[in-house]
């Protein structure tokens, strides 16, 4: 062991604050607004595998509008988690996967809405290979941005604590 690394002691991490969590209900607009997206790109992607001449079109413009749609609240809600950063711990996984930051009915409502979306968009996009349905499986991209939405704007997040000072090494 080079000199001087023994007496240091070792690093202990430190331990994380109890946080409440938000109450079910909190969010209820973003959880309704992932459902509504699900149903779009359900019956849209659905009627243009039955009737794909005259709806294969809407079922495309459906999935690109939920795609960057999802891309713009995956926007959003890293703004507002760099904002909630100044006072709060956050965590990438807490935000963007709601991991220990949401109470389990919001996440069992935001991630039912989203494994929906994926089943619908490959089962249709296997259903009718190499068609433009297979852009159904960009829609997905709204529920995972619907996800971090909730998790930047609702999470709940430990206060930030004081950096610890550090000792001037010897010279």
């Known amino acids: 062991m080079p000199p001087g ?17 938000a109450e079910p209900a909190a969010g209820r607009g973003i959880v309704a607004a992932s459902w509504w997206g699900t ?19 809407v079922a495309v413009v459906a999935a690109l509008v939920l795609f960057f749609g999802g891309i713009a609240a995956f926007a959003v809600a890293y703004v507002v988690a760099i904002g909630r950063s100044r006072e709060s711990e956050i965590g990438i996984a807490a935000v963007f996967g709601l991991a220990g930051s949401a109470p389990r009915a919001v996440q069992s409502r935001l991630y039912g809405s989203f494994a929906v979306e994926v089943a619908a968009a490959v089962s249709v996009a296997t259903a009718r290979v190499r068609s433009v349905l297979a852009f159904a499986v960009l829609g997905v991209m709204w529920g995972l941005g619907l996800i971090a939405l909730w998790g930047a704007r609702h999470g709940a997040f430990p206060p930030r604590q004081p950096a610890p000072q550090r000792r001037r090494g010897r010279a």
Do not use: D, F, Q, Y
Not at 39 to 57: D, K
């Open 5 to 21: 690394r023994e007496a240091r002691p070792p690093k202990t991490p430190r331990p994380r604050a109890e946080v409440t969590l």
């Open 39 to 57: 149903a779009a790109l359900v019956v849209t992607s659905t009627a243009g595998a039955i009737a794909p001449h005259p709806l294969e079109v």
